[in-house]
C-alpha cells in the first residue's frame, strides 16, 4: 500500500509538470524606442501599465533605429506572437511594415487616424469637457480654432459638447493669422466666465510663441477661461491642462490590441482618455473660482508651486 502511495503521488508530480497541463500566459510583445529621461521613464509607465493583467506575459523588446521589420517578424512567428504594443515614432514605423497577421496598436504619439490601430496623444473631449465643468462650471461656450490635421479631434468634440450641453464654436484654420483673427473676434464678444478657449495640440491654432501669449494676455483681461491641451499651458497661465496618466495608457493598449485581436476586421483608434489635470489656482482665482480641499486633491498637479 505504502509502495502504492508513493507511486501515485509521483505519477501526481509528472502530471502537474507536464507541460500540456501546466498554465501557460499569452505573450504580447511591447516594442518601444531607446531615450533618455524622461522619456524613459514615460515609457516605462506606459510598460507597467500593460503589465498590469497578470493573465498576459508581456515581452519588451527594446527597438533600435534601423530595425529589420522581416527579422522581427520572423522573430515574432517563432514565439507564436500574434500581438503587439508599439510605443514612439520607431515603434509606429515598425506598425506600418509588419504583415497583417500581426494585431498591432500604436501608442505614446500623437498619431491621428491613418490606417494604424491605436492611442493618440491627443487629449479625449470628452474628457476635456468633463474637467472644464469640473473646475468652470459655469461655462456654457467653448470657442476653438484648428487646422485640417486636427480635423478628426473635432469631429469628436461636436459629439461631446452635445452630450455634455455645451456650446462648441468652432472654425478651421489655414495658418496662425487666421487663428489670431478668430481669437480676437472671440475676446470681442465673449462674456466674463461664460465663454471659454480651448487650445488643442494644433501648431497652426495653438503656437506657443505666437498665440498662446495673446490668448493668455487678452483671457486675463476679459476674464474669459482658457484650458488646453498641452500639459505645459497649465504652467503658463491657462486654468488647467491636461497630460497623459501614462500607466492608465499601458491599460488603454492592452485592452486595445485584445479587441483588435478579437475583431481584425475593425480598426482600433482613439484619443487619450487616461487624462491627469493640471490646474493654475492663480488664474482660477482671479476668475473667482473656489475649489474645496476634496476637489484639489482631484488635481494632479497645481500651479504656482
Known amino acids: 500500500m505504502r509502495f502504492r502511495g508513493c507511486l501515485f503521488i509521483s505519477c501526481l508530480f509528472l502530471l502537474i509538470g507536464s507541460p500540456a497541463l501546466a498554465f501557460s500566459k499569452e505573450k504580447i510583445a511591447l516594442f518601444y ?3 533618455k529621461n524622461p522619456y524613459r521613464t514615460i ?16 515581452e519588451k523588446i527594446l527597438l533600435k533605429k534601423g530595425f529589420d521589420a522581416d527579422q522581427i ?9 500574434t500581438k503587439v504594443i508599439v510605443l514612439g515614432r520607431q515603434g509606429f514605423k515598425l506598425a506600418k511594415q509588419l504583415p497583417k497577421e500581426f494585431h498591432v496598436v500604436s501608442g505614446a504619439l500623437p498619431i491621428r487616424p491613418n490606417g494604424v490601430s491605436g492611442v493618440s496623444l491627443r487629449s479625449d473631449p470628452q474628457s476635456l469637457f468633463a474637467f472644464l465643468e469640473q473646475v468652470a462650471p459655469t461655462v456654457k461656450r467653448v470657442h476653438v480654432a ?7 479631434i473635432i469631429t469628436i468634440a461636436k459629439k461631446a459638447a452635445v452630450s455634455l450641453g455645451i456650446d462648441l464654436i468652432h472654425k478651421k484654420v489655414a495658418n496662425t493669422a487666421e487663428a489670431i483673427s478668430f481669437y480676437n473676434k472671440t475676446f470681442e464678444q465673449a462674456r466674463p466666465k461664460e465663454d471659454a478657449i480651448w487650445l488643442p495640440l494644433d501648431k497652426v491654432s495653438s503656437h506657443d510663441k505666437v498665440t498662446l501669449p495673446l490668448i ?9 477661461v482658457v484650458f488646453s491641451s498641452k500639459p ?33 476586421e475593425e480598426k482600433q ?17 482671479h476668475l473667482g473660482l473656489k475649489y474645496s480641499n476634496e476637489q484639489q486633491q482631484n488635481f494632479k498637479v497645481t500651479f504656482p508651486e
Open 146 to 152: 484648428y487646422s485640417e490635421r486636427s480635423s478628426w
Open 269 to 285: 483608434f482613439a484619443a487619450l482618455q487616461s487624462l491627469q489635470l493640471a490646474v493654475n489656482l492663480r488664474t482660477a482665482a
Open 232 to 264: 505645459s499651458h497649465a504652467k503658463r497661465g491657462a486654468l488647467f491642462s491636461t497630460y497623459p496618466d501614462n500607466v492608465g495608457l499601458g491599460k488603454h493598449l492592452l485592452k486595445m490590441v485584445n479587441e483588435l485581436a478579437a475583431r481584425p
Open 73 to 81: 517578424a520572423d522573430e515574432l512567428r517563432s514565439k507564436q506572437i
Open 43 to 58: 515609457y516605462e509607465e506606459i510598460i507597467s501599465g500593460s503589465e498590469a493583467d497578470s493573465q498576459v506575459e508581456i
Open 33 to 35: 524606442p531607446e531615450a
Open 216 to 224: 493668455l494676455e487678452k483671457a486675463w483681461s476679459k476674464e474669459v
